[in-house]
């Protein structure tokens, strides 16, 4: 289609410029592209897409039809090539800029701010602007950066036909102002939201290791937390030196269901039920693995020792110990087996004693 | 000890025999290295005829299961018997592999 649009002289003349320019173009969009993505990465920056492009031969006919006289030479048109950078919070835009900044020449007169354009009682299309140039010269190229929900709002509006050459009656208009508004909100909303997030994992992780762990509710995050602390080494160490075993690391987050079946809501009784337990743990362990050569034990060995002998003084008994076992292991009728197993070594074991005279 | 293995159904199975003990790690480790790298198909044991499994051959299905995982791979555990079952259980490794 773009074939059939006939050119003035003037735009023939720069397609002619940019046809010669294009396999510059092409190395330029790699070569910025590679430079800013290395310079993300190296400052810990994960974006959510990352895209660039050399604008296509029919893309510039219709530029040029509509607006060719406005360009002296191809040199003018600053978005031959573009790079998007779609961010997922709204500070992080600010971040790739000010990376962008650090890496390529930005050419201030052209670059545009969106964000900074709207009138107070208006809304929209939201996005940050430059014009860069490679530091060791080139033609300039165009970096696009926003938000996912900013890039959204830019790909319904463009769908939707709204800067179209359709005049869009007013009660329309209001309704995308007032859609764009709520989605302004919403990415200053999650901005705010993970700012939370943050103070809060750093409010926690103090908790943690100011051993205030009371204060501290169990989750994912803060048994993470936690488990860097290492609060099962020292058992599962002990248990290791009876045979002289390997300790082979595997994440212990599986038994975080556990604990929170066993009732366990704060890191505090985490703490306790390890303070507890642990010699009661390690008795049962050394009875299991001392009549035995094994030597390689799992890191999770002194959690799930612990975790047996906290649901046999809870009188939780063969029942206790299946259910137990159907959580770690994930349900199956060879637990019965394993729970018996369990059981039967239990039995020997000074704590049980008193769980059977408290019966 | 006797390894044998066979693609079946798109997995790669394989089948051991005998007791896995120390002496015999060597030899049954040697025999299951076509196993480490396995891309893009799953890894089965068949443990239905495995008396046994010492340290050492706890450590060549953990390489296995390194070996997999780093290429997104699953390896399962089949047919294994009590006794098996309580080594896996006792050094705390059962909730490391897949049962069937």
């Excluded at chain 1, 204060?215 to 290791?240: G, H, K």
């Excluded at chain 2, 896995?20 to 799953?42: I, R």
């Excluded at chain 2, 079952?85 to 897949?98: K, M, P, Q, Y």
Aim: glycine share 6%.
């Amino acid at each position: 289609m773009g074939n059939q649009i006939k050119l003035d002289s003037h735009g023939e003349m720069l397609l002619g410029q940019y046809r010669k320019l294009q396999p510059t173009l092409e190395d330029l969009a790699k070569e910025s592209y590679d430079i800013l993505r290395h310079a993300l990465r190296e400052q810990g920056i994960y974006v959510t897409a990352m895209e660039y492009r050399v604008k296509t031969e029919k893309s510039l006919i219709g530029k040029l039809e509509l607006k060719g006289a406005k360009y002296k030479s191809v040199d003018d048109i600053t978005d031959l090539v573009g790079i998007r950078v779609i961010t997922f919070y709204n500070d992080e835009v600010d971040k790739v800029a000010a990376i962008a900044k650090r890496v390529f020449d930005i050419d201030w007169k052209e670059s545009v701010d969106k964000r900074k354009l709207h009138q107070l009682d208006s809304f929209g299309y939201n996005s940050l602007h430059y014009i860069c140039r490679l530091k060791t010269g080139g033609p300039r190229f165009e970096l696009q950066m926003r938000t996912a929900l900013q890039h959204v709002w830019s790909t319904i509006e463009h769908d939707t036909g709204y800067k179209g050459d359709v005049k869009i009656p007013r009660e329309y208009k209001r309704q995308f102002s007032r859609l764009a508004g709520m989605m302004e909100l919403i990415d200053d909303e999650f901005s705010r939201l993970r700012i939370l997030l943050t103070d809060y994992r750093r409010q926690t992780l103090a908790l943690v290791k100011s051993g205030k762990l009371d204060d501290v509710p169990l989750s994912a995050e803060t048994f993470r937390s936690y488990l860097e602390l290492q609060p099962f080494d020292r058992l599962n160490r002990r248990i290791a030196a009876v045979n002289q075993a390997e300790i082979f690391a595997v994440s212990m987050m599986s038994y975080l269901p556990v604990l929170e079946s066993l009732g366990m809501e704060t890191l505090g009784d985490v703490q306790r039920f390890i303070d507890e337990n642990s010699d009661d743990a390690y008795q049962l362990a050394i009875s299991q693995l001392a009549i035995t050569d094994l030597d390689i034990l799992s890191s999770n060995s002194a959690l799930q020792y612990l975790c047996l002998v906290y649901v046999l003084k809870h009188n939780g008994g063969r029942e206790g110990l299946k259910s137990l076992f159907d959580i770690i292991n994930g349900e199956s009728d060879a637990n019965e087996m394993l729970a018996d197993l369990m059981m039967e070594q239990a039995k020997t074991q000074s704590f049980m004693q008193y769980v059977i005279q408290q019966k | 000890m006797n390894v044998r293995i066979e693609e079946i159904d798109g997995n790669m199975v394989a089948f051991l025999e005998g007791n896995l003990d120390t002496a015999a790690a060597p030899e049954t480790e040697k025999a299951m290295n076509p196993l480490n790298d396995v891309e893009g198909k799953d890894i089965i044991i068949d443990c239905t005829a495995l008396d046994y499994i010492s340290s050492a051959g706890l450590r060549i299905f953990l390489g296995i299961l390194q070996d997999a995982e780093e290429k997104e791979g699953h390896v399962y555990i089949r047919g294994i018997n009590d006794k098996v079952r309580a080594i896996f259980a006792i050094t705390g490794f059962s909730n490391i592999f897949e049962f069937i």
